[in-house]
């Protein structure tokens, strides 16, 4: 299966602030604040919805094409993206804006204060999906991320128009999507992924309720954390698959979400079913608890076979091992 993955490509700016952020602040005078904050270190990392979904498809042995707008700063996470695997031919380059960037500082009790700047997301609207589809000789599935809002539901609907199989991923777009953008997403997408938030958000959103949503997509799937994930269609008994526990310390809960997705949509593209596909989704996650960053982690067959096993049972992960052969 040729998988496309639609969405943002970002780099991420994390700062520790060594105290509370509560503490510089003045109760009386937060209407006008003008602070500045030291910080003791900054970690740049690659990031972006679809990269790191694309990321994980790559480890996982597929060869995804990554479709999104970054700047002409892209050139070093491209390279990063293509020795794991991803093809980012389709990826448009700006002339003027640079990659998206996310800014965050976060203080001893976890706060954090965070600025997003879309960049050259603004220009993913620009992108003729058909005809970097029918250059790329096509796709399978295509997978509609988090993105410039209008971005995403034309590419919803050009799926739509196409006939090619497509997963809804709103995320935290959800937010900003108007009510027919949202509506527009649901649009007969073979599966749509939400976390539990998201699923109430989304029917807020649409002025839908939940069987009415489920009357447009072949499948929800909806991660819950550490309580796993499940997995809902009409007329269907809900399918709950737990968590896979992660070994280590959790380092950061960033990006589990899009490895989860990336799991999950490698086991549909080996023709395993819906709860191997949520099985594997929860493994590889585990591992990313496990890591700083959304793009730094490695996946190994025996490390992802044992933890399968220790969370479903030998027979749970039998048809999983064979596809896992390539991984070292």
């Given at each position: 299966m040729r998988i496309a993955v639609t969405?943002?490509?970002?780099?991420?700016?994390?700062?520790?602030?060594?105290h509370r952020f509560a503490d510089r602040l003045i109760a009386e005078r937060l209407d006008r604040i003008s602070l500045s904050l030291l910080t003791?270190?900054?970690?740049?990392?690659?990031?972006?919805?679809?990269?790191?979904?694309?990321?994980?498809?790559?480890?996982?042995?597929?060869?995804?094409?990554?479709?999104?707008?970054?700047?002409?700063?892209?050139?070093?996470?491209?390279?990063?993206?293509?020795?794991?695997?991803?093809d980012t031919a389709g990826v448009r380059i700006s002339d003027t804006l640079h990659t998206a960037r996310f800014v965050c500082a976060t203080d001893t009790?976890?706060?954090?204060?965070?600025?997003?700047?879309?960049?050259?997301?603004?220009?993913?609207?620009?992108?003729?999906?058909?005809?970097?589809?029918?250059?790329?000789?096509?796709a399978d599935l295509v997978v509609v991320s988090p993105d410039d809002p209008d971005a995403m539901v034309r590419h919803a609907r050009e799926c739509a128009r196409l006939g090619v199989?497509?997963?809804?991923?709103?995320?935290?777009?959800?937010?900003?999507?108007?009510?027919?953008?949202?509506?527009?997403?649901?649009?007969?997408?073979?599966?749509?992924?939400?976390?539990?938030?998201e699923a109430l958000l989304i029917q807020e959103r649409?002025?839908?309720?939940?069987?009415?949503?489920?009357?447009?997509?072949?499948?929800?799937?909806?991660?819950?954390?550490?309580?796993?994930?499940?997995?809902?269609?009409?007329?269907?008994?809900?399918?709950?698959?737990?968590?896979?526990?992660?070994?280590?310390?959790?380092?950061?809960?960033?990006?589990?979400?899009?490895?989860y997705r990336a799991g999950f949509l490698a086991a549909l593209a080996w023709g395993l079913d819906l709860a191997e596909g949520a099985r594997l989704g929860s493994a590889v996650a585990s591992v990313v608890l496990e890591t700083r960053g959304t793009q730094t982690y490695a996946l190994r067959a025996d490390d992802l076979l044992d933890r399968l096993g220790t969370a479903y049972g030998a027979g749970?992960?039998?048809?999983?091992?064979?596809?896992?052969?390539?991984?070292?």
């Open positions: 969405g943002s490509i970002a780099k991420d700016h994390l700062m520790s602030f060594p003791d270190d900054l970690e740049i990392r690659y990031g972006g919805v679809a990269a790191n979904i694309a990321f994980g498809l790559g480890s996982l042995g597929l060869a995804p094409l990554l479709v999104g707008a970054a700047g002409a700063d892209f050139a070093d996470q491209e390279i990063w993206l293509k020795e794991h695997g991803v009790e976890q706060n954090q204060i965070g600025f997003f700047y879309a960049g050259a997301m603004a220009e993913a609207r620009d992108i003729d999906l058909p005809g970097l589809l029918d250059r790329a000789g096509g199989p497509f997963v809804a991923d709103p995320s935290q777009q959800l937010a900003r999507l108007e009510r027919d953008q949202a509506r527009a997403l649901l649009d007969s997408p073979c599966h749509l992924f939400t976390n539990e938030y649409t002025g839908w309720t939940e069987q009415q949503v489920l009357g447009r997509v072949g499948s929800w799937i909806t991660t819950q954390g550490a309580g796993g994930s499940r997995i809902a269609r009409v007329g269907r008994t809900t399918t709950h698959v737990p968590a896979v526990p992660a070994r280590a310390e959790v380092v950061d809960p960033t990006g589990a979400g899009d490895a749970a992960v039998r048809r999983i091992i064979p596809r896992l052969g390539a991984l070292s």
